[in-house]
Structures are given as structure tokens and as C-alpha cells.
């Protein structure tokens, strides 16, 4: 084994930097897993960082002679498992290919390459006038070559659309090295078969992603938005269909459970008074944004909303939308206060938006019934929720616990015509449940296009599929 | 060969009604082809009518044990060919499974079958109070399982976006006959790799699409619109750049060239005084609409338009959208000017929009060398556009002339930065031109997926690759 990966490193090396190929413990193990729990990681041989396509090519083209499986990586924020190492795989992070190569204001357009962070495309959108809609929470860290392999949402979708509706021209590179361009610089392109799109969400297991041209927006102007407090889950659904129903298009729409509500509450919030309501956070950035707030707030009364505070500028909208930015903190001193080694693992599942206020009820059943502490928030205009589940990994039974209410969540997701994963991916954690969304033909097809690309299996092996 | 053939109707009336499946010399020629010109056409050997998924099924399995090429079809609107027949084939037209399965207004979706009009869509979401925006020109009469197959656009897409970003779920028949669902009624899913796309303008040669699920959208309000006429194509081309600079999300932009002006001029148009201008059409249905016309009708002046005559009601922003919707009739009476045989031929093709007045410039010169007559229309905001071609089809000196005008306008595209379709699809007449614009790489691979779900090739052979 251990000549194995010194003639590997040296092959790499005909084409990479020495220092940019490591083989040290603390690097290996610095990026042997994403930000997913509950998977299986092995232990890599070799982290490559290439900082060029021919890099890129040159470490696949070196794998694929050697036979050795690569694992494509970013910035590991991903939440399903998909960049973690495989036993003896070589990890290939693309952060130091993270150049910015192009902003086309006149297109509406940037090309950049896969290791630069959502945020600053953003940011270099935001200086040409323009804005990159896509917004996963993890925006500061996470890299467009992660959110094209996962097919990333956010907080916008619900009027701006995901990552995959961006996405204009890709170029990859493929198992054995080679380069493939797909996509057009035009706005709308059909000419031939759409390969480009199988790309987008196939997580690392096709193709490398080299070099994407994204489409940009005219910039929005600052939001407004409400924060209204339900005394129950089905009057708050009752609020989300009302406000659609009445053909608002807001820009955003999130939710937070009671028990995220309460969690929230416990670090001190100055508008959420009731610690065990449901809250829905609505947010417009259109031109009649005053009005809509105000006719979205009382479409909220109406529902059964027992407070409605409407932020009527900016900074008070900022304030409103900050409880549900306070999530995760809250969720970490939650699970300080359940023992030093508690963990918080989010979950990703989308329902009919009619479905939403059930499965919201369901889940708090199955938090009931395992006793495990979920605390559920989610893009309630999309109908995609993530329920948080907090516990100790270090003891083994709730450990069991936090699965079997991950299951139980999967389950009933299905049931209510969803699927297992809105906007995170399947990685290595929903593989299993992957067979029991999709049709077994559909299935036998995904895979078909993987031994097409990738006929060794080398490209994230175990991922997916 | 006559033998072959009544032992495939006899196979086909197993499944079939026998008045759904038609021989007759004039159902034949009928269905022979769809509105393309230029593009081989066969005599097909049958014509049948499915009136069910369970059908479509018995027809595949038919033609695949029997090895004879399908050719599905909808309303032969199609402009590229895709739904000519080839020789001794089976055409599939589809127009029998016209049925609105569904239509949810809380989730906002429409479930149809392939042989429902666009028409008949957007008049059942209407009805729901919601909208379904692609809007081909021929939308009175193409049919939705037409516009996945052809990856449709229209006026709308500048706002609004094209077929493919409406499409949520799908069921098609695949070539053995055997059923395929992809997609999921969420409005947000990247549960595994994005087949559906491949199906979405792959023009018949991958499956049949028996049904489809469509996202609708709330019902905008009635545009208001401006109609500015140009001394020159560079000065319309710069008043696009302007408005699309200063951040406006126009929901039409449509662009005459001077040819086309005088056509229209020449049936009569109270607005349009100047015959030889270039005209744009912008409309915005915006809750801003009245100060977002004022405001690009400024940006038009200082572009240097010569007049700009303002919709200030929906009446008379109808009146000006009807100068671009008066090019189809006006280029019939062209066509009786230059011959009883002549015929107009739309073209598509689309650039970068900073490519825009260039492209249009190089059409220009083009007629002018070939010596044919070339009108220019197209969806400026998107870059596409369809230069249309009146010839007498009856001279072959005409003919090669308007064959010539057309390769010179596809190489003009691909020169600058385009692609050789942007909405009606690639058929029979584009194959040679899709191995100049797509990467040699990507070609195989679109071949490798069609050798994926048809491996003996007999859905509509010969078509897109």
C-alpha cells in the first residue's frame, strides 16, 4: 500500500506542486469528511489542491491509470455526506482555484471557477451593479463548484429560483481526464440533448467542475418583511396558502417551528413574545413592497396569526428575519445544555407546499415518539423543511434515536408526495432512501449515465447512487 | 413491404382501435411533416392516434419488436423538422391525449397530457386565477408535449423564462414501450441525477411524453407598453443595452428590423410612420408598469430613437404589440408579391445580447449578397432571433439562394459567441450545424444517452444527432 501512494505522489507530481500535495495525518484528516453526520468516512491517502484545469486533468488522467478513486471537495459544508473521503481515495479540494474570470454586466453574466464562495460572487455581482440570487446558509464558506455539484437553494428560491436555474456553460472535467464544455453563453440554448443539467446535483460523481458562467440579476432593492406568531402549525400553513393563493410573490418565506421558536426565545429575541408559537418570517423586495407587506400581514391576521410585527424599514425587516438567523446559535447552546458532545444534525426534505403544515405535525410527532429534541425550520413558499435534530453522538442510544427520527422524517415526507431532498443533496446519508423516491427504471438510468462518464467508478464512488 | 405492413396494423390493433390507426394515402400526407422546410421527407407506412399512456405503450412495443422507427408528433407546428416522418415509419401523433388532468391552484401546478394545446393550458390556469407563460407564436395550436419535446420559448421568456424552467414532473414512454416518471411534485428536488432534462428538447428521440406536470405562476396584470422606431439597427441594439443596464425586467421586448418594418408598414400600422425604421416593442406588466415605460421610453429617446409612441393603456399597448404580431400576415402578402410558390421560412438563431445589433447587421448583408429577401424579428431581451426568408421554393436558383442565406446566418451566429437554436430545436435541418457549435466530446456523449434509452434507434431516427 504504502509504494502504491508513493508512486501515486510521484505521478502527481509530474503535474501538481510538491505543496500541493499532502499526505500528512492533520491534512488528511482535515478533509476527510464534509459537515454531514452519521456517514461513513474512511481515511484518504493523498488531498491534492490543484490550482488549473491541467491540474485538475492531470490528477484525474494520474487516478484513472492508478485506478484509485477520487473525491472531489470544497469548501466541506455540505450537508449529505457527498465530499467525504473514501478509504484510500485521493481527496481533490478545489479551493485554490477560486479566480473570479469574468463579470459581464451587459450579459448578466459571471464566469468564475469552482473555489470561489457564493459570497464573493455575490460580492463581485453586487460591484457590477448585479446580484447572484442563490443564498445556502452556509454562503460566507461554501464554493459554486459545491453548489453546482449539489444543486444548492436558500432563503431566495422561493422567488429567485436555485442554483441549477443559473447555471448558463460548464466545463468539466470527466473520470479519464478529459475536457468537456456544455451550455451556451446565450440565454436561451437548445441545441442538442441537455447534458449540462445532469452535472447540476450529481455531487462530484460525473464530472469536475472547472469553470461555470452564471447568469446575474438586476439587484433588488433592501427588503420589508413581517414576523407573525401562530398559535399552531396548521393556522400558520393556513397563513402560507393564503398569501399564495392571493398571488404574492415574496421574496422571502421562512418558518420556525415552536420548538425553533422557543430555542430562539431562550437567547432573547425583541419581537418574539411567544416562546411557543410558530412563526413565519415574510419578506418582499418589490417595488409595492410596503403594500404587500401589509396586505401579506393581514392575510396573516386572518389565518389566526395571534402578532404580527411588520418591520417598516429595512434595518426593522434585518431585525425580524435575525430570529431566523439566530437558529443555529440557539441550536448550539440547546445542545450544550444536552451534554458537551451533543451534536446538531440538519435534515433537508421538501412536501407540496399544501403538505407543509402536516408534515410540520409529523415531525413533532416523530420527535415525541423518539424522544429526541427537532427543532423544524424551513423555506415555507417552497415547502422545504429542515428539521434540526439535536443530541448526544456519544451515546449510543440516542444516537439510534436521532436515525430512527431521521427515518421516520424521510418516511413521512414521502408519504406526503415529497421528496428526500429539496436543495442538500443525497451523498453517502440518503442513498438508501434514494430507491424508495424514484422510480426503479429512472433509477437503473442514473446509473447507466454514471457508467457512461465514469466507467471505472472512480469519480466519488458510494455517492448517490 | 405491404405484407410488413398489415402485420404491424394486425399487431397494432391488439391495443389500438382500428380507426385510430390510418394507412389511407391521404392521412399519410397529412402527417408526413411538420411546418419545417428544407428538411427529407418520408412516406409514412401508418399514422396512428393513441388515445392512452396504455396505447402509447402498445404502439412502442409493437415497433420495437418489429424494429420499424417511430416518429411522434403533436400539432406539426415544429419548425425545425423533428416531426417529419421518415420512410415506412410509424407516426404517433399524439393529439387524441388532449386531456387536463389537473390543475392546483394552492400549488400552483397543471397536470396534462401531451396533446393539450398551449392554448388550452393557459386558458385552464386562467381559470384557476394563475398563468402559464411560454408562449411560442404558434401556441393557438402546438401542443404541450410539442414544447417539452422542442424546449419551447416565446415573447414571454425574457421575464418569464422557457418551457424547460416549468416543467416539475414527467412520464414518458421509452422506446421498448416500457414507463418512466421523473421529477417530483415539490418545488424544489435534487433527489439523485437530473434525467428529466435530457427529455426536455430532445425532440422524440429519447421517449414520448405522456404527461407532464407544469409549475403556473400567479396571473401578472395587463401590460403597458412603447413602441420606438430607430434610424438604425445600432441605435435599437443600444436602447436594449440601456434598459437591460438600468435594471428593468421588461415582460416583452421584441425587435423589427427595417425590413420587416416595412412589411408591416406596407399592410398599414397607425404607429408605425416610419417605414424603414427599426422598431422595438418593450412591454412591462410590472406593478411600476406606468413608470417603467415612461422611464424606458427615455432610455429609447437617448438611444436615439426618432419616435417612441407610449401605451398609456392596455388597449393601446395591445395596438403596438400587434405591429410585431401583423409580421406573419405581412409576410404572406410578400411572399404572393414575389410568387404564388413562394414561402416564408423563420429562422433561429440567438447570441450574446451585446452581439445583438451585429448579428442583425450581418443578416443585413447577408440578403443583400445572396440576393433574398430577409425580414428580422426576435426577442431582443433574449438575443434570439428569427430572421425569416420569403423565396419561391419552386426555383432552384431561389432555392440555393435562401439554402445559402440560411448557412450564412447559422455561421454568423457561432462567430458571435450563439447558438444555432435558441427555441425551436434542431430536427433534420440543424444536425450538420450542432457539430459545429457543440463540443465534439458532448456530441458522444449526447449520442451515448441516446444509445442509452433507444439502442436499436427507432425513435424519430435521424433526428437532432
Known amino acids: 500500500m504504502l509504494t502504491d501512494i508513493d508512486s501515486l505522489v510521484d505521478r502527481l507530481a509530474e503535474g501538481l506542486d510538491p505543496s500541493d500535495i499532502r499526505t500528512d495525518a492533520d491534512t488528511r484528516s482535515e478533509h476527510a469528511r464534509d459537515s454531514a453526520p452519521f456517514c461513513e468516512v474512511g481515511d484518504p491517502a493523498i488531498v491534492v489542491f490543484p490550482r488549473s484545469t491541467a491540474q485538475v486533468q492531470h490528477v484525474m488522467r494520474t487516478a484513472s491509470r492508478m485506478n484509485v478513486p477520487v473525491v472531489?471537495?470544497?469548501?466541506?459544508?455540505?450537508?449529505?455526506?457527498?465530499?467525504?473521503?473514501?478509504?484510500?481515495?485521493?481527496?481533490?479540494?478545489?479551493?485554490?482555484?477560486?479566480?473570479?474570470?469574468?463579470?459581464?454586466?451587459?450579459?448578466?453574466?459571471?464566469?468564475?471557477?469552482?473555489?470561489?464562495?457564493?459570497?464573493?460572487?455575490?460580492?463581485?455581482?453586487?460591484?457590477?451593479?448585479l446580484a447572484y440570487p442563490p443564498d445556502p446558509v452556509s454562503f460566507n464558506d461554501c464554493t459554486i463548484g459545491g453548489n453546482i455539484a449539489t444543486g444548492a437553494g436558500g432563503v431566495c428560491c422561493v422567488k429567485y429560483g436555485v442554483t441549477a436555474d443559473y447555471v448558463r456553460k460548464m466545463t468539466v472535467v470527466l473520470a479519464d481526464g478529459?475536457?468537456?464544455?456544455?451550455?451556451?453563453?446565450?440565454?436561451?440554448?437548445?441545441?442538442?440533448?441537455?447534458?449540462?443539467?445532469?452535472?447540476?446535483?450529481?455531487?462530484?460523481?460525473?464530472?469536475?467542475?472547472?469553470?461555470?458562467?452564471?447568469?446575474?440579476?438586476?439587484?433588488?432593492?433592501?427588503?420589508?418583511?413581517?414576523?407573525a406568531q401562530f398559535p399552531s402549525t396548521s393556522s400558520a400553513g393556513a397563513a402560507v396558502a393564503a398569501i399564495v393563493a392571493a398571488g404574492h410573490t415574496p421574496s422571502a418565506m421562512e418558518l420556525m417551528d415552536a420548538?425553533?421558536?422557543?430555542?430562539?426565545?431562550?437567547?432573547?429575541?425583541?419581537?418574539?413574545?411567544d416562546a411557543s408559537a410558530t412563526c413565519l418570517i415574510v419578506e418582499s423586495d418589490a417595488p409595492t413592497k410596503e403594500e404587500d407587506v401589509r396586505a401579506m400581514a393581514a392575510l396573516c391576521e386572518e389565518s389566526g396569526a395571534s402578532r404580527v410585527t411588520v418591520g417598516s424599514d429595512s434595518d426593522t425587516a434585518e431585525r425580524l428575519l435575525n430570529a431566523r438567523r439566530m437558529v443555529p446559535l440557539a441550536l448550539r447552546e440547546k445542545a450544550m445544555s444536552i451534554s458537551p458532545t451533543a451534536v446538531s444534525f440538519i435534515e433537508d426534505v421538501a412536501v407540496p407546499r399544501t403538505n407543509l403544515a402536516q408534515l410540520i405535525d409529523e415531525i413533532e410527532a416523530v420527535s415525541e415518539r423518539r424522544g429526541v429534541w427537532i427543532a423544524t425550520i424551513g423555506h415555507a413558499g417552497d415547502g422545504n423543511l429542515h428539521p434540526i435534530v439535536v443530541f448526544d453522538a456519544e451515546d449510543p442510544g440516542q444516537n439510534r434515536a436521532a436515525q430512527a427520527a431521521y427515518d421516520d422524517i424521510m418516511s413521512a415526507g414521502l408519504r406526503l408526495g415529497g421528496t428526500i431532498t429539496g436543495e442538500h443533496g443525497v451523498g453517502t446519508l440518503k442513498k438508501e432512501w434514494l430507491a424508495d423516491q424514484v422510480d426503479p427504471l429512472e433509477l437503473a438510468f442514473m446509473k447507466g449515465v454514471k457508467r457512461m462518464f465514469d466507467p471505472q467508478g472512480i469519480l466519488n464512488p458510494g455517492k448517490v447512487l
Chains 1, 2 share one sequence.
Open 178 to 227: 478529459s475536457l468537456m464544455s456544455m451550455g451556451a453563453d446565450t440565454v436561451k440554448n437548445v441545441a442538442g440533448i441537455n447534458l449540462m443539467q445532469l452535472f447540476i446535483g450529481s455531487e462530484g460523481t460525473l464530472g469536475i467542475v472547472v469553470e461555470a458562467t452564471v447568469a446575474l440579476r438586476p439587484l433588488p432593492t433592501d427588503a420589508l418583511g413581517l414576523l
Open 72 to 129: 472531489p471537495q470544497g469548501a466541506q459544508t455540505g450537508l449529505a455526506g457527498a465530499g467525504a473521503a473514501s478509504e484510500g481515495c485521493v481527496v481533490m479540494n478545489l479551493r485554490e482555484m477560486n479566480r473570479i474570470l469574468a463579470v459581464d454586466p451587459a450579459n448578466r453574466t459571471a464566469a468564475v471557477e469552482p473555489g470561489v464562495t457564493t459570497r464573493e460572487l455575490k460580492e463581485a455581482a453586487s460591484a457590477a451593479g
Open 259 to 273: 420548538t425553533a421558536t422557543g430555542a430562539v426565545s431562550e437567547l432573547g429575541h425583541p419581537d418574539l413574545v
